[in-house]
């Protein structure tokens, strides 16, 4: 269609970003190799580096070669810490290790902050050691440019020599092919695993020194989803195993990156062509990963969410069952007694916790790890940006719903035969492309039919809707749409229970835990994978629809992907596959960072903090609290029951023994009553 | 039941000249047998012999580069592995691995949801017939649950079970899935000794209630020949012996493929053919277990 032109300058710019996404990819790989991690804070921990230096050559003065060596060394140890932090993880279901390292990636941000740490002067460039700059084309090639160019490949060749030829390097790679056997002939593995993570708090540390004097501020968030993707995708390209190709391939996505700046005017096709070229390298790349991963790999990067928990104990259901129903009366009456803003911030909570809910089906349920969730609510908010006060509103939901199953069954195709790692990136690819492509064009022209299509924000900046009514009630109030959104909620736990209790939940569980004895049995595979896109999709979509709805006035920003973090986030937080967990996951990550107000840092230490403690130390989280409460409850209320029996009884002890069997056998004499 | 019309009763499993290589490995080469409607067919050999792929190739979970599988004389070349099912082919796997989160309850509900699949959209409005569909499943598999004595077992999860306990449910599972033609890859596979010979008169009576073909791949030799009608022996890829068990008992290519040229192997229960000769002498096995 056009000619790509590539000059010089715009290929050796694209190589020097692309040294960064190779140095972050290469300590992806290295630490997925040795615990099968996927380290999100990887880059976060580097940024400590660079601030650091900042403060030590700015504030303190020192040289530069010195407060280099010391800030890296800092990265070096908080890689080392968090190993040790996380070790115990390293036998959990993937998923959950997934999300400890996006609280670790905010805790670390939150250390950024800390007074010895912060420089004074936070716009203050980190500093370069020597001034030579060169002029290639028009353009001027920094002292930080070249720094980076003559370091980068450096810094690679020495890890490389390293993994080759010393003893750290041959026992990170015995225990990336087979950590067990590595155990057994003498490899100490924990040792070799912290100098992993050492190397890589080294390797972030570079990068981000390196990328730090093209910034204005050293004090970024390195968690941005883009990098992240970039460096994912070169780490995938991989394999998730081989340095050398990650690395190479890291180049190979700053240069794309670069070209498509060059070659294409609007942002939004740069994205749709970043999302094409990601999908289909992934695509070409599948089949040597599967071929390269051990057969482990699969096993490895499973669940542990227990999904049903059936209960035989006749009281036990009924407790529970009037507790949800306490719950609801309760939430129903809050409304009432919060002010506007609060009841704004109830309505977020209970539309969160569908988000959530719709996670769990597809996460929890079906193993399938989304990290672009609010990619598809971005969609079904869309859908009532468009058709906001035209259609009905149960109407517009369905709808909202049925186009986002729609789209949620296209991003899970490529799934069905990809292993998990690889939907990980390609949802958080399509998030991205949602907010940055279709949300920020309004509209565009479909090449060849020279037809305009109005799919993205009417207006990106900020898009205005207002609240619809329902059955000619106005939901216009705070407090009328608290109460809807609460309805809503009460809906689809109520959908979603039917489907953990009757029939649904078990075919996408079967199919995630065997999927080939699935297949010998009878159940169509593939349909069932389908089917959890398609109902984690239709309840995204018609809850991104009321968050619209709810927030009113919004722009592309408020579709950030990083929201799908979050998401995930609350999901494990309230245990995986668990409905009341993902609720109260909702309430414990949306409601209590606005309850405690603007304080940032407060904010980041309740959820990076609260995250990994969660993890750590609750490993059934919220869900699996509420459980074993209800249990001791119920142990409670038979105990009094018993007592109570007893003292009615009174007189003849033969009586007394033939009311009130004790507890656990009375709980085995009534296996059937909670069936009906 | 199934719904698409197939006619009820044991099938006939004819295999014609199956081959598929791996790798260059020829892994199975040119094997053909014929399990006649009902019958007990026994595939034996050693380890790697094939014995496990030719029944992944029936099940359709391999694709066989030659040869066909045809079930009462059709051929299942287009058959996707869920769709054998429907017709009527069940396999259960050496591992037994079931679904590991999963109740023994929902383990067992899966097999009803195969016969009758209710749309998501009925069971999410509770539609009088998704109700009734559920309900009707719940009783099938209670009276399975009840007969094969799983009730302590109802809701735990089968990761939670023993090895024995998920063959038991895995057997349960066979019979509400109502084969035609059954495939056992080691059912004694993981099982203790005294167990194992309490498989006999349990498979026996499978094969009574369910009213089945059954293809049974086993490495316990004298169970094969104690409960098959016909015998397989592969060695390498190939068939170097068929016929009824006395006929195979007696072949010399037999003996020398798999059996170890010892006798003793014959009557000797159990992976280890070096038994004593006391146990050699012993009858096989017929009332061990009843």
Known sequence: MFAIAAPNFVLLQGVIIGLGYGLLAVGLVLIYRTNRVLNFAQGQVGVIAAVFLVKLTADFKFEYWFALVLSISLAAGVGALSELVLRRLFNRPRVLVMVATIGLSQVLLALTALPFIRPHNLYKPVPVPFDLSFTLGSVIFTPGEVLTLIVAPSVAIALAVAVRSTSWGLNMRAMSENADSARLSGVWIRRTSTLTWTVAGALSAFTAILNAPGQTSALTEVLSPDLLLFALTAALVGAMINLTVAFVAGIGVGVLYELLQWNVSSTANQQLALFIVLLVVLVIRVRAIRKDSRSGERSTWQYGATTVRATVDSLRSRISVSGMWLAALGAAILPLILNVGNNYLFSQVCIYAVIALSLTILTGWAGQVSLGQFGLVAVGALVAAHLGGSVPLPLLLLFAGAVTALVAIIVGLPALRMPGLFLAVTTLGFAIFMQEAVLATPCWTVPGLHKTLCTGLPNPASTLIGRPSLFGLGLHSDRSFAWFSLAILLLSIFAVRIWRDKGVARRLVAVRDNELGAAAMGIPVLRTKLMAFGLSGFMAGYAGACLAFSTQRFSTATFDPTISFIIISMVVIGGLGSIAGAVLGALYLEGLPALFGANPTIQFLTSGLGLIAFILYLPGGLGELLHRSADALTIGVRVVQDRLAARRAGGPPGLGADVAPAGPERATLVPKAVES | ?290
């Open chain 2, 1 to 290: 039941m199934s719904g698409s019309g197939s006619p009820a009763g044991p099938a006939r499993l004819t295999v014609e000249n199956l081959g598929v290589t791996f790798g260059g490995v020829r892994a199975v080469d040119d094997v053909s047998f014929t399990a006649e409607p009902g019958a007990i067919l026994g595939l034996i050999g050693a380890n790697g012999s094939g014995k496990t792929t030719t029944l992944d190739m029936v099940s359709g979970l391999v694709t066989p580069r030659q040869g066909t599988v045809r079930l009462d004389g059709t051929d299942l070349a287009e058959y996707l592995p869920e769709e054998r099912q429907r017709i009527g082919i069940v396999r259960s796997f050496q591992d037994c691995r079931l679904y590991p989160e999963l109740s023994v309850l929902d383990v067992l509900l899966l097999c009803e949801d195969v016969k009758a699949e209710v749309a998501v959209l009925s069971t999410t409005l509770r539609l009088p017939w998704a109700r009734r569909a559920e309900k009707r499943k719940r009783a099938a598999v209670d009276e399975v649950i009840g007969a094969f004595g799983l009730d302590r077992f109802r809701y735990h999860r089968t990761a939670e079970l023993s090895t024995g306990t998920r063959r038991v449910v895995d057997l349960a599972s066979i019979i509400l899935a109502a084969p035609r033609l059954l495939l056992l890859d080691e059912p004694t596979a993981g099982i203790a000794q005294r167990e194992a010979e309490a498989f006999i008169p349990l498979l026996r009576r499978l094969h009574q209630v369910a009213d089945t073909t059954i293809v049974l791949v086993e490495h316990d030799v004298p169970l094969v020949f104690e409960l098959c009608t016909s015998v397989v022996v592969m060695e390498l890829g190939r068939v170097v012996a068929e016929g009824p068990p006395e006929v195979v008992r007696a072949d010399p290519r037999a003996l020398a493929a798999y059996l170890g040229a010892s006798d003793e192997a014959l009557f000797a229960s159990g992976p280890t053919g070096s038994s004593s000769a006391g146990r050699s002498e012993r009858p096989p096995m017929s009332a061990q277990g009843e």
